[in-house]
């Protein structure tokens, strides 16, 4: 374990730092006295995975990109490893974003960066069940593994995805244990870090700037290559004329990026790319009225409805140290496709103590001994894959009367079957390993003391909306890709299909849920987008 003490926290790292220096154009639209006017060859809104991607690709190709971001600019400077402030400054409504009935907490970032910024740097490119199933079922051309391949191995050296060498903290290595013990499958998770040092806050932006984040890298990249960031920057809307985009407006924010100072930017391009993830982008899309004949815009958005169950250890876990996420099983990811139970993949996450004290949802004396314990609690977690059968059709985005994006994702019987399920089978790993004592994530349940014990009691248990804990960090579709107009929002080159020099570069492309974290999937699919659009653009 790092020694904490000898870290010396961004200063030395921080390539903003020396802003001035490379002659990068940053603006703060919060500062802004007037108006704003620019002008590009591409304008991309968003700064994540996808936007990042596009950016550097883009401006490599000697184009030239303005970026928008909604959230601030917050770099490794600033990043002190306090729950408290990265989770108001970096994520969405300051980990306040859930669904409509309030049934499911969604952990978005907020910042230039991204969720790249906050991500636990879990790298997996996108499965070829769900590849295949988006080709024969759903439309996509020219996303097989094979074709996608060459686009995930470009990403994987950009941003130095490998196998975690390290061996797994205590935390992840009882998944391990588990694992082998039952006879399940599992294996070593990739990461896009650089001289990590293994802190495990990753989830509060690298102090360090070992992760390989958009915020780190392509960002740094493009701005060398004289894109122009404007942060603090909400776009509205995009603007155009009949058929035809030609640039976006947005507001400027204040600077605690809750509300808004009155100065419009506007931003005129040849190019318009929505990379704003997929509840934002399709927002933007709704706002602007676009054409959606076929009224697909923000429909088939989904999660990865993510649960858990917590256990007690006799020994040492320390869950908020080390390598959030090294191992992980999909033992009951792929047991069938789309006929059948839904599918999970087995992970674990860092409990630090905030977010860990989110997961109990209890109150009082009971909250006071889980929390006492936390070192020696170990937690699993099962990330449900969505969107493949005929019953998970996902969530849709609307808008509020105040224009903002609200996600409206029932959780049906065949969801929450799927959390049964999940919590059996983590508590039965986790006394498989020794737990002393285990409990699911539901308001009724409580710690139980053996297998036997957690079985019958969750056997009992109202597992539904509400009472049960599900959230997700992983937000996927809402403007899916295809070849037929009347199904997808998008082309399969991320092109709209209703309007000209519009584009979508984001997880909203994708026509399901991916069935593993999610950011490699947006890095290889965008870069072949953006990659293809910087060819058209040059001709």
């Not at 006017?37 to 991309?44: F, G, N, P, R």
């Not at 941003?159 to 290595?173: D, F, G, R, S, T």
């Not at 320390?318 to 390598?323: N, S």
Request: proline share 5%.
């Amino acid at each position: 374990m790092t020694d904490l003490s000898q870290v010396i926290l961004g200063s030395s790292t921080d390539p903003y730092n020396k802003a001035a220096e490379r002659g990068w154009d940053i603006r703060d639209a919060s500062a802004l006295t007037s108006s704003l006017e620019l002008e590009a060859d591409v304008v991309i809104v968003g700064t994540g995975a996808g936007g990042g991607t596009a950016a550097e690709t883009l401006s490599k190709a000697g184009l030239r990109v303005v970026l928008l971001e909604a959230g601030p600019l917050k770099t490794s400077s600033q990043f002190d490893m306090q729950e408290r402030a990265a989770y108001r400054d970096l994520y969405q409504e300051g980990t306040g974003r859930g669904t409509k009935d309030g049934g499911m907490v969604i952990l978005q970032g907020r910042s230039v960066g991204g969720s790249t910024t906050v991500n636990w740097t879990t790298s997996f490119r996108t499965p070829p069940e769900t590849l295949k199933f988006w080709t024969e079922q759903m439309g996509v051309s020219g996303c097989s593994p094979k074709e996608m391949a060459p686009h995930f191995q470009y990403m994987e050296q950009r941003l130095n995805i490998h196998k975690w060498p390290q061996a797994p903290n205590n935390n992840n290595a009882m998944l391990q244990r588990a694992a082998e013990k039952l006879g399940y499958s599992w294996d070593t998770i990739h990461r896009n870090v650089r001289g990590c040092l293994n802190l495990g806050y990753c989830g509060l932006g690298c102090p360090v700037d070992a992760k390989q984040s958009m915020l780190a890298t392509t960002i740094p990249e493009a701005l060398d290559r004289k894109a122009t960031l404007v942060h603090r920057a909400r776009v509205v809307k995009v603007l155009r004329d009949g058929d035809v985009v030609h640039g976006v407006e947005a507001e400027a924010l204040t600077a605690n990026v809750r509300g808004t100072t009155g100065q419009k930017i506007t931003v005129r391009a040849a190019r318009t790319i929505l990379a704003g993830g997929a509840i934002n982008s399709p927002a933007v899309l709704l706002r602007s009225n676009v054409p959606d004949p076929y009224g697909l815009v923000g429909k088939r958005t989904f999660l990865h409805p993510t649960t858990l169950t917590m256990a007690i250890y006799e020994e040492a876990i320390d869950p908020f140290y080390g390598a959030p996420q090294s191992i992980y099983s999909d033992h009951f990811q792929w047991q069938n496709v789309d006929t059948g139970p839904i599918g999970f993949k087995l992970e674990v996450p860092p409990l630090q103590p905030a977010f860990a004290a989110g997961f109990y949802s209890t109150a009082g004396e009971e909250i006071t001994q889980s929390m006492d314990q936390i070192r020696n609690t170990q937690c699993m977690i099962a990330l449900l894959r969505d969107g493949f059968h005929e019953q998970s059709q996902g969530g849709a985005v609307e808008l509020n009367d105040k224009g903002q994006p609200v996600l409206d994702y029932p959780m049906n019987d065949y969801l929450m079957e799927g959390v049964r399920r999940a919590y059996n089978v983590m508590l039965e790993m986790q006394f498989a390993t020794g737990a002393k004592s285990a409990r699911p994530a539901h308001k009724q349940a409580k710690h139980y003391m053996s297998w036997k014990e957690a079985k019958a009691a969750v056997a009992d248990l109202d597992v539904v909306a509400h009472k049960a804990t599900v959230g997700s960090a992983h937000v996927m579709g809402g403007c899916p890709m295809g070849d037929d107009p009347k199904r997808s929002v998008a082309g399969s080159d991320g092109k709209f299909h209703h309007l000209d020099r519009l584009y979508i570069m984001d997880g909203s492309l994708f026509p399901t849920s991916i069935g593993a974290n999610p950011q490699l999937s947006i890095y290889g699919l965008v870069y072949k987008l953006a990659g293809n659009l910087a060819k058209q653009l040059q001709a």
